[in-house]
């Protein structure tokens, strides 16, 4: 199956978020650039690095154009937009996730349209 520019382009974007997500595990364990003073760090922590290996396998996936690949793009994104939500609500700033929620905003924002939906095949009817 021929991959479409679009699902390339998901699948870089789902390997940048790994490596955002990564650093951003990082920075909460306190291992780069300093700790992150939030309720609950370690806990954000653990979840920044679920988020690094889920994007990684995710944007593998993409790449192999498997068409649960984008469901599960669209329930990942939303889940990332809420964690970063929780740091943002906590005492972290917008700052610390801001790349990542824009990206994550754009993600899920591309997902739904009819182009990409139908490059995995979910504009199909559905028999009742």
Request: hydrophobic residues 65%; charged residues 5%.
């Amino acid at each position: 199956m021929k991959r479409p520019f679009g699902v390339t382009v998901l699948a870089v974007l789902a390997g940048v978020l790994a490596v955002l997500s990564t650093f951003a595990a990082l920075r909460f364990f306190g291992l780069i650039f300093g700790i992150i003073n939030v309720p609950g760090v370690l806990w954000h922590a653990f979840l920044f690095a679920l988020m690094a290996w889920v994007y990684g396998w995710l944007a593998q996936m993409l790449w192999n154009m498997q068409p649960q690949a984008w469901i599960f793009l669209a329930v990942v994104t939303v889940f990332n937009l809420m964690v970063e939500l929780l740091v943002i609500i906590g005492n972290g700033s917008y700052a610390d996730v801001q790349l990542s929620f824009i990206l994550n905003g754009l993600i899920l924002i591309y997902i739904m349209l009819p182009g990409t939906r139908r490059a995995f095949g979910m504009n199909k009817p559905q028999a009742m």
